[in-house]
């Protein structure tokens, strides 16, 4: 199946706002602890060392965060894409999973100026999208019912 870069940049775009919910929905419920806001961030750097499955999964963000950044620079600038640093910074204060794709959706939009085929998925392809799509959605409505 052909993928539109139209079509990609609109995904991207969900997947975004998707993230904005999960995380800052979690952020909001952290935050309703009766913490001070100094403590709250103090807290919870903390809470991320608090076991092995935390320490892991901040881990494997951090190291992913690193090809992730580089990527995005490099590829603005190819691009000639003005406020990476909008992405970056935003990566820290809003959350990475909401600026990364958000930064694909433009860069799909410049793309498709020129290129408006972003490539082909094959049927397993896709399954395996739609797949983590709904497992991620479910994991993440089950944290904000927590």
């Known amino acids: 199946m052909t993928i539109q870069r139209s079509t990609l940049s ?3 775009g969900l997947v975004a706002l998707l993230a904005l919910i ?5 952020n909001f419920h952290y935050a309703s602890l009766g913490l ?3 403590d709250v961030n103090i807290q919870f750097w903390k809470d991320t060392l608090a076991n092995p499955a ?3 999964i901040t881990v494997d963000i951090f190291f992913l965060s690193i090809p992730v950044t580089l990527w995005m620079m490099m590829e603005a600038r190819r691009l000639q894409m003005r406020g990476i640093w909008f992405y970056l910074i935003g990566s820290l204060l809003i959350a990475v999973s909401v600026t990364v ?4 959706a433009l860069r799909e939009r410049r793309l498709a ?3 408006p085929e972003a490539g082909t998925l094959n049927a397993a392809e896709m399954v395996w999208a739609l797949v983590l799509g709904i497992g991620v ?3 993440t409505a ?5």
């Not at 999960?22 to 979690?26: F, H």
């Not at 794709?101 to 694909?104: A, D, V």
């Open 10 to 12: 609109w995904v991207y």
């Open 22 to 26: 999960g995380t800052w929905g979690n």
């Open 36 to 38: 001070s806001p100094m």
């Open 54 to 56: 935390s320490r892991s």
């Open 101 to 104: 794709p958000l930064f694909m």
């Open 113 to 115: 100026v020129t290129q």
């Open 137 to 139: 959605l479910v994991y």
């Open 142 to 146: 089950r944290t904000l019912a927590l």
